[in-house]
């Protein structure tokens, strides 16, 4: 239907006749003269439509004349140099005079227009004039582009593109399954997977060394602004390796990507650092390193101080007491402290305690803060000193449980840090590593698979892990940029004994292991080798790479936040005969 | 954790230490030596223990005497050159003499061994030691190297891979969905996705021009050997093109991945034949040309017989009276002939005339038939004639409805080309195009769309299409190969009036289609380009590579005809408390 793409017209076509398809981007009617933009994937081309053509066909320009904004058209002409050169676009030298212009459907008035963004659930209404816009196609670009280069560097390499099932067992263990009734068996389901780990090691007893899969993946929980209830992760698992084979590789893997998606040199090696190092320093286990704040541990110096809430913390087993200093912080006022404060509220903070550094040579007398009054000379010296603050400069302080403190502090960390615009532009990957194998779960009295339940501990002995649960530390490893966690693994539990010896310790008994994972526990014990993996998050990778906050913006047909796709408009109730077949009712709603 | 894999140590390495990991796949103990066949996902390489080796270590014959079936081993050994060469494996000149043997993970007795082949029901409940056979690992590369060389092709000519939901909007049309509880909107359901369709439509009207996806679908059907819950196909739509366009680059696409994939050169260009020839001669839409045999029309001589069920079909509008010559097939016994009529009944025969040809030069005489008693010379003559039978044939003849006189006189033509041994070796691909637009169902007493509802009508115009909707042909096309339908597309339907007539007269009424279709009906006012595409079963291409009938063999965790995951156990009973959660009960069975 055509010759060559809109946006690809270039000098060395002039002269010759071309037909384009595309969508009329503007058209301008200049009395005359009719100037149309034609659009399609690849860029803009100008059209110009004379009174009368080269062949003195007078129609082409009635035919321009009455073309709407989006309309779909073919148009056949001579390239020619373009007067006025549009430096702006790539075509911008040459322009087409038409010969022919066909109207292969027209457009009624639009919602709203490629150039505008109307406010997201308008746009996800009509996602595809949503999606003809230049910035969504170039963001959408960039995630193809990524899952290319990932794909032909893992090809490359041996690693086999396995597909797992979408229809699998139901596993109650982490996230929500989703839930689908079996029309064949009254009364069961399938449940969609929430990731294919159990498949993926199950391939590697199977004898497939090197397996990978852009997998799709489903969890029903709350959707936060940056989760979609199905979303997709580049799997992979090894067998017979050890963690730095994993993670030596993998890295390598997302250099290339990086240089050939963004023309981007991330470290080489990445920065490494343990989980209870990130924590110490950042408060979290995804630290953003572009920030470069970090926070100062006070338990010592406040121990004996008349501020309770800093001595019961700083005396408690469990407590932490962490100071962070805000340069340039004395500026704020009382509301922006105060905001501070409701910020650190959100992350579990009971009160936010700061001081603010006046002049730093004055000793007391330099430091305005409601709590000074409750620190001695010795101990406000300290302070200053550990937190490296100067003249000009807050310290915030939170005192909590470790985990509590750590979080709210971090969570503050990343504000000041945008605030104060000491956020380094570029990009700061890390492994985080040494994980806690469990956490202890006050509300349900039982311990917790800090990544999952298969991931192998770093001690080979059961009694071993049996003895030191509490501190045991896992085998798994999660990659970091930016702040977010873009990647996590781990090696897995490959002896039966050892698996079985972690279910019981997560509370799992043998009955309920055997009913659930029963295939895992008899794997495991035909020859079962050594192996590990990792799974990296697409809609995460794409939407850095991207530059967007919303990995809304690099999925195709994102759902809400309301778990809703706004086009097709999903979910939607379905006849009684239907469910019927598969043998379910819809539950009175009072009931719930 | 290793050097080399077992499978591709060679006489490069004579003189090397290597360190190996794999199964023991076979061990022997000669009595002060012991051989184990080590296998990783390369290959076997023999290792030898010897009473002690170079440095004197004498553990390493007591290790290897403990070895059993599929313990994972590591071992290290020098390379040597083998004295009995075994030509059978790849590493048949050399082996390994061990140094070291470690026990990764020892193998309980097992339930089968990787050279056995135990039916299909224990194969699919350790899946992970079926996989582990050679011939299953073979099967799976050629599905993943099938895959693979479908997206270098795409990828290098600019089509864009684009992830589509699984969670959809149900609309029943076509084949059962599966149906997903929406916990956030109780009594609503997503329903997964027959095929992305309407997805890929709309990515053409959100400009995004080249299409793919290796896209998962799910159609909740009877299930047939051939058949799984869920399926994958290669999704491809194109905008502003005609069916030729398409054609032509999809049939070099398979040309390109058959040449790469299994080193076969396909026909260049494929056969083209309409839906109405195939029928003709075939009696079936994918005929399989590798069978020699066609059908041969005989009403027009049997109009006038005394053979009432010839010439009431003969004579009827809608009736068919069809002859297969079956070479050879003078020999068949009473209870060959009986069989053959039993075979054609499962397809709809009512009964199967026979006429055996035991002299061609006899006439009469030299025909045995319980049906030449009603057929007079002249046409006795002309049915052999116009057969082309010879001494030695038989000809077997079907009379019913068109549609099924082709249906069962297809079925035996494939049987009979099967035994009489006619079905040549190699690859027969073909196009079947100018299908019927619809087909008028008598049961539901409406048309149904032969393709699907968005498959545009060869006519441009809504009112021709309206008046001659009983013989309107469609711009669908189907690949066919060896017999097998392994692709299917259409150029679509790009306008809002085209569609509602479509919709309209396939009886879905305005209201519904726009609650079903409104999101379509909607894309298709704002200047959607003319489109269409083709999609293609990957697990049918990957089971024609292998040289497999089922495409179990070419999924790695399939479920069985009766919708069961016997690995995992899936579909299950699932609490109570978890279908509250998505508002859902199961029936009572008695109510079903």
Same mark, same amino acid.
Request: hydrophobic share 45%; aromatic share 8%; glycine share 8%.
């Given at each position: 239907?055509?010759?060559?793409?809109?946006?690809?017209?270039?000098?060395?076509?002039?002269?010759?006749?071309?037909?384009?398809?595309?969508?009329?981007?503007?058209?301008?009617?200049?009395?005359?003269?009719?100037?149309?933009?034609?659009?399609?994937?690849?860029?803009?081309?100008?059209?110009?439509?004379?009174?009368?053509?080269?062949?003195?066909?007078?129609?082409?320009?009635?035919?321009?004349?009455?073309?709407?904004?989006?309309?779909?058209?073919?148009?056949?002409?001579?390239?020619?140099?373009?007067?006025?050169?549009?430096?702006?676009?790539?075509?911008?030298?040459?322009?087409?005079?038409?010969?022919?212009?066909?109207?292969?459907?027209?457009?009624?008035?639009?919602?709203?227009?490629?150039?505008?963004?109307?406010?997201?659930?308008?746009?996800?209404?009509?996602?595809?004039?949503?999606?003809?816009?230049?910035?969504?196609?170039? =963001? %959408?670009?960039?995630?193809? &582009?990524?899952? *290319?280069?990932? +794909?032909?560097?893992? !090809? $490359?390499?041996?690693?086999? @593109?396995?597909?797992?099932?979408?229809?699998?067992?139901?596993?109650?263990?982490?996230?929500?399954?989703?839930?689908?009734?079996?029309?064949?068996?009254?009364?069961?389901?399938?449940?969609?997977?929430?990731?294919?780990?159990?498949?993926?090691?199950?391939? =590697? %007893?199977?004898?497939?060394? &090197?397996?990978? *899969?852009?997998? +799709?993946?489903?969890? !029903? $929980?709350?959707?936060?602004? @940056?989760?979609?209830?199905?979303?997709?992760?580049?799997?992979?698992?090894?067998?017979?390796?050890?963690?730095?084979?994993?993670?030596?590789?993998?890295?390598?893997?997302?250099?290339?990507?990086?240089?050939?998606?963004?023309?981007?040199?991330?470290?080489?090696?990445?920065?490494?650092?343990?989980?209870?190092?990130?924590?110490? +320093?950042?408060?979290? !286990?995804?630290?953003?390193?572009?920030?470069?704040?970090?926070?100062?541990?006070?338990?010592?110096?406040?121990?004996?101080?008349?501020?309770?809430?800093?001595?019961?913390?700083?005396?408690?087993?469990?407590?932490?007491?962490?100071?962070?200093?805000?340069?340039?912080?004395?500026?704020?006022?009382?509301?922006?402290?105060?905001?501070?404060?409701?910020?650190?509220?959100?992350?579990?903070?009971?009160?936010?305690?700061?001081?603010?550094?006046?002049?730093?040579?004055?000793?007391?007398?330099?430091?305005?803060?409601?709590?000074?009054?409750?620190?001695?000379?010795?101990?406000?010296?300290?302070?200053?000193?550990?937190?490296?603050?100067?003249?000009?400069?807050?310290?915030?302080?939170?005192?909590?449980?470790?985990?509590?403190?750590?979080?709210?502090?971090?969570?503050?960390?990343?504000?000041?840090?945008?605030?104060?615009?000491?956020?380094?532009?570029?990009?700061?990957?890390?492994?985080?590593?040494?994980?806690?194998?469990?956490?202890?779960?006050?509300?349900?009295?039982?311990?917790?698979?800090?990544?999952?339940?298969?991931?192998?501990?770093?001690?080979?002995?059961?009694?071993?892990?049996?003895?030191?649960?509490?501190?045991?530390?896992?085998?798994?490893?999660?990659?970091?940029?930016?702040?977010?966690?873009?990647?996590?693994?781990?090696?897995?539990?490959?002896?039966?004994?050892?698996?079985?010896?972690?279910?019981?310790?997560?509370?799992?008994?043998?009955?309920?292991?055997?009913?659930?994972?029963?295939?895992?526990?008899?794997?495991?014990?035909?020859?079962?080798?050594?192996?590990?993996?990792?799974?990296?998050?697409?809609?995460?990778?794409?939407?850095?790479?991207?530059?967007?906050?919303?990995?809304?913006?690099?999925?195709?047909?994102?759902?809400?936040?309301?778990?809703?796709?706004?086009?097709?408009?999903?979910?939607?109730?379905?006849?009684?005969?239907?469910?019927?077949?598969?043998?379910?009712?819809?539950?009175?709603?009072?009931?719930?």
């Amino acid at each position: 239907m055509r010759t060559h793409y809109c946006g690809l017209v270039d000098e060395a076509l002039i002269g010759r006749t071309v037909t384009l398809c595309g969508w009329a981007d503007v058209a301008r009617d200049l009395g005359g003269l009719c100037f149309i933009d034609l659009r399609d994937h690849e860029g803009i081309v100008q059209i110009v439509a004379e009174p009368s053509d080269a062949e003195g066909n007078a129609g082409v320009l009635a035919a321009a004349a009455a073309v709407g904004y989006e309309d779909c058209l073919r148009v056949t002409g001579v390239v020619r140099k373009r007067e006025a050169i549009n430096a702006k676009i790539r075509t911008g030298r040459v322009e087409v005079v038409a010969t022919r212009i066909e109207l292969l459907n027209k457009a009624e008035p639009l919602p709203f227009h490629a150039h505008e963004n109307p406010g997201e659930d308008i746009r996800l209404k009509y996602r595809y004039l949503d999606l003809r816009r230049p910035e969504m196609q170039q =963001m %959408m670009r960039t995630r193809i &582009r990524l899952v *290319q280069a990932l +794909r032909r560097w893992l !090809d $490359e390499r041996g690693f086999q @593109d396995i597909e797992t099932p979408i229809l699998t067992k139901a596993t109650p263990e982490g996230a929500r399954d989703f839930l689908v009734p079996a029309r064949m068996h009254p009364g069961e389901f399938y449940a969609l997977p929430q990731s294919p780990q159990l498949f993926k090691q199950i391939l =590697m %007893m199977a004898g497939f060394d &090197r397996y990978y *899969q852009i997998a +799709r993946c489903f969890r !029903d $929980e709350a959707l936060r602004a @940056d989760r979609q209830l199905e979303f997709t992760q580049l799997d992979m698992e090894f067998a017979w390796v050890s963690e730095r084979d994993v993670q030596d590789t993998v890295e390598e893997m997302i250099r290339v990507v990086f240089r050939e998606v963004k023309g981007v040199e991330l470290a080489d090696p990445f920065l490494r650092m343990t989980y209870a190092e990130a924590m110490r +320093r950042y408060g979290s !286990d995804k630290p953003d390193l572009r920030n470069p704040m970090e926070f100062t541990d006070v338990a010592e110096f406040v121990k004996g101080c008349e501020f309770k809430v800093f001595t019961d913390w700083a005396n408690h087993a469990d407590g932490r007491v962490v100071a962070l200093r805000a340069p340039g912080g004395a500026q704020f006022s009382r509301k922006q402290i105060d905001d501070y404060g409701a910020h650190a509220a959100k992350y579990g903070a009971k009160g936010l305690a700061w001081m603010k550094v006046e002049d730093a040579a004055k000793g007391r007398e330099g430091i305005h803060s409601p709590i000074a009054k409750f620190l001695d000379d010795a101990t406000l010296a300290a302070i200053v000193k550990a937190t490296g603050a100067r003249t000009g400069d807050a310290i915030f302080f939170g005192a909590a449980t470790y985990k509590t403190a750590s979080d709210f502090m971090g969570a503050l960390r990343l504000k000041l840090g945008k605030d104060l615009g000491l956020v380094a532009e570029g990009w700061a990957p890390l492994w985080v590593t040494d994980f806690p194998m469990f956490e202890w779960d006050d509300e349900e009295k039982r311990y917790v698979a800090l990544h999952h339940p298969f991931t192998a501990p770093a001690v080979d002995d059961e009694a071993d892990l049996r003895a030191n649960a509490k501190i045991a530390v896992s085998r798994g490893y999660d990659m970091v940029l930016n702040g977010n966690e873009i990647g996590g693994g781990s090696i897995r539990i490959h002896r039966s004994s050892m698996q079985s010896a972690v279910f019981d310790l997560l509370g799992i008994g043998a009955e309920e292991a055997q009913a659930k994972f029963g295939f895992l526990l008899d794997a495991l014990k035909y020859g079962a080798p050594p192996h590990g993996g990792i799974a990296f998050g697409i809609d995460r990778i794409a939407a850095l790479m991207a530059g967007t906050e919303s990995i809304r913006d690099v999925i195709a047909f994102p759902k809400t936040t309301s778990a809703q796709c706004l086009m097709t408009g999903a979910p939607s109730p379905v006849p009684e005969a239907q469910l019927a077949e598969v043998h379910i009712r819809v539950a009175e709603r009072k009931a719930e």
